[in-house]
């Protein structure tokens, strides 16, 4: 039915939203609302889809601990959130065990009965979308439910220290993060300073450990503020290395953070790390993905709209000041958590078990 266009059955679950996101040639455009209805309201819980499901689940848990990334990450969820489901991976047996009376229950009449928001963008004739929007959703119920956006609470763990994760791969492979919570995205000028601190702080450590370890090192610093979970947010810093360069990756890294903290950075790096966010800012309104971002949530979320508009202004107003005082308030006190992958060989205790910092 679906061969010869461009149509994708995309159907997937957000942290606050059922639903899909893809791309169609215009004159399929019909066709891939066709579907959406359909997968909305007729499922399909099929027991073959279920069997399809189950199958892999065994080979990819075997897989979990097979690289320092993939057993950092799931380790890193289960720590950091106290085994919260919404979060960190349930075992084998539990997932196995799903089926459809569950997903039933969890769905509930949601996917024909809460709001909907449908956003499309592109060359396209905007009557002709509209109808072909009507003979689609539009067709369908009066839904009844309304948007509940209330932010949900979601806290980290109290745990702290340094955890020592094994993996099965290679012994001269070592993934590391380490991770400060900060807060959550309540301002926009907030969020963007900390990306840009974040940014700051990725070509400073790049600078320092290239240097050090002569090499070309890859680390990334991050900053993570949700928007769904009040107050929740998390700047860290993660590389991927050898084992034995583990001493100097930390000691690195508290160089550079304490050097964060002391002082506002200087106008030379303070600029290199603005440039690139500058210079997007001419393409990035020009590509769909950007605009549909903004346009999907446009009613039920309205602030977002209004931070699009006021996006590069905002971007603009930030200072080295502001970033130091971010600094100082999130990053001036030891990390909470430092995760390290390390090879099976070198882990003598128990994953969930911190090592001393």
């Not at 019909?30 to 279920?50: F, H, I, N, W």
């Not at 320092?208 to 700047?235: I, P």
């Not at 290395?241 to 002082?263: F, G, R, Y």
Request: charged share 25%.
């Amino acid at each position: 039915m679906l061969a010869g266009t461009t149509v994708t059955p995309a159907f997937g679950v957000a942290e606050d939203y059922f639903g899909g996101t893809g791309a169609v040639a215009p004159v399929d455009l019909e066709r891939q609302l066709q579907v959406m209805a359909a997968y909305t309201k007729y499922p399909g819980y099929a027991d073959s889809a279920l069997r399809l499901f189950r199958r892999p689940l065994p080979e990819i848990f075997a897989r979990l601990d097979a690289t320092p990334g993939s057993a950092l990450s799931i380790a890193m969820a289960r720590i950091m959130t106290d085994n919260d489901p919404r979060f960190a991976l349930a075992p084998l047996e539990k997932v196995q065990a799903a089926d459809f009376s569950q997903l039933k229950s969890a769905l509930g009449d949601a996917l024909i009965q809460n709001r909907m928001e449908i956003a499309i963008v592109g060359d396209l004739d905007e009557t002709a979308t509209i109808a072909a929007v009507a003979r689609t959703f539009g067709a369908m119920p009066t839904r009844t439910g309304t948007a509940d956006m209330t932010a949900q609470d979601a806290r980290w763990s109290t745990a702290s220290g340094n955890f020592d994760i094994p993996h099965k791969g290679e012994a001269n492979q070592l993934g590391w993060r380490r991770v400060w919570p900060t807060t959550g995205d309540r301002d926009q000028k907030l969020t963007q300073s900390m990306d840009l601190l974040a940014r700051v702080v990725t070509l400073r450590l790049t600078d320092e450990l290239r240097e050090k370890l002569g090499a070309t090192y890859g680390v990334q610093a991050g900053s993570e503020m949700s928007n769904v979970y009040r107050d929740r947010g998390a700047f860290s810093i993660s590389t991927s290395s050898d084992p034995k360069d583990l001493a100097a990756i930390e000691s690195t890294v508290d160089l550079v953070m304490a050097e964060i903290v002391k002082a506002p950075v200087d106008s030379d790096l303070f600029e290199r790390a603005r440039k690139p966010v500058l210079e997007s800012y001419s393409d990035w309104k020009k590509r769909n993905p950007t605009w549909l971002g903004v346009a999907a949530q446009a009613q039920t979320n309205p602030d977002r709209l209004n931070r699009f508009r006021q996006n590069e202004k905002t971007f603009n107003s930030i200072t080295a000041q502001d970033l130091w005082a971010l600094a100082k308030q999130y990053l001036g006190k030891p990390a909470q958590f430092t995760f390290r992958a390390l090879p099976d060989a070198a882990i003598a205790k128990p994953i969930m078990a911190p090592s001393n910092p």
